[in-house]
């Protein structure tokens, strides 16, 4: 459930292999979605501001440039860190879209260490960003997903 604040832009956009969201708003530091969980894993992306996301109990800070994955099945809660604008991106997938190549290595770092903030994902977050910024934003999709794969790796 999205709580107050004022939001900006909201975009969604999915196909059979992604659900991607899109938001940017000002919050007071308040709840932004309660606690809860999805049956696929899901990647939130911080392109400005902070955000505060609580995953099965452990509390991780994100900013600009950082992103977090979180695994099928854990309750978790998203908050805003202060009274700052945010823009961010949420990306819902199944496990099929894991490389098999690296699956088992990714799996088992998200699960002890969720949030990527590495240098070298700096061009993968700015190709994320522009995404949204396309007219025809589902054309774009394949290319979210290729981006996605390579933050994978990166983590």
Known sequence: MFYGGLVMAHITVQNERIRASYREGTLDGERI??????????????????????VDGE????????LIVIPPLAYHSVFTVGDVTYKRATFLFDEALIPREIKDDFVARVRSHPVSSEAAQQSVMRGLEEIF??????????????LLTEAMYIH
């Open 33 to 54: 979605f309660e606690n809860h969980c999805h049956g696929r894993f899901e990647t939130i992306a911080v392109f400005e501001g902070s955000m505060s996301i609580v």
């Open 59 to 66: 509390r991780y800070t994100l900013g600009a440039g950082e």
């Open 133 to 146: 910024c396309e007219a025809e934003l589902s054309r774009y999709l394949p290319l979210a997903e290729s």
